[in-house]
């Protein structure tokens, strides 16, 4: 109909996609730290890995969240 908007979301639809954002960067993250660390186990190297690794992950998470977001 004309003249009718769709109502906000409730507080609660809000802080639930503020936690889905938050997860969708927080998992690729901390893959990348595990994935990362292991690799510097394999290796004997110190962060060589792990910090590439964190930086990736994060990436990927955000990518993620973005497109999540603009979906919507």
Same mark, same amino acid.
């Given at each position: 109909?004309?003249?009718?908007?769709?109502?906000?979301?409730?507080?609660?639809?809000?802080?639930?996609?503020? *936690?889905?954002?938050?997860w969708a960067v927080v998992v690729p993250t901390l893959l #990348?730290?595990?994935? +990362?660390?292991? @690799?510097?186990?394999?290796? *004997?190297?110190?962060?060589?890995?792990?910090?590439?690794?964190?930086?990736? #992950?994060?990436?990927? +998470?955000?990518? @993620?969240?973005?497109?999540?977001?603009?979906?919507?």
């Amino acid at each position: 109909m004309l003249g009718q908007e769709t109502p906000e979301p409730s507080l609660g639809a809000r802080l639930g996609q503020i *936690g889905i954002l938050g997860w969708a960067v927080v998992v690729p993250t901390l893959l #990348g730290v595990v994935l +990362g660390r292991m @690799a510097d186990r394999a290796f *004997g190297t110190g962060v060589f890995f792990t910090a590439p690794a964190i930086m990736i #992950g994060a990436a990927i +998470g955000f990518h @993620a969240a973005w497109k999540w977001m603009h979906k919507q």
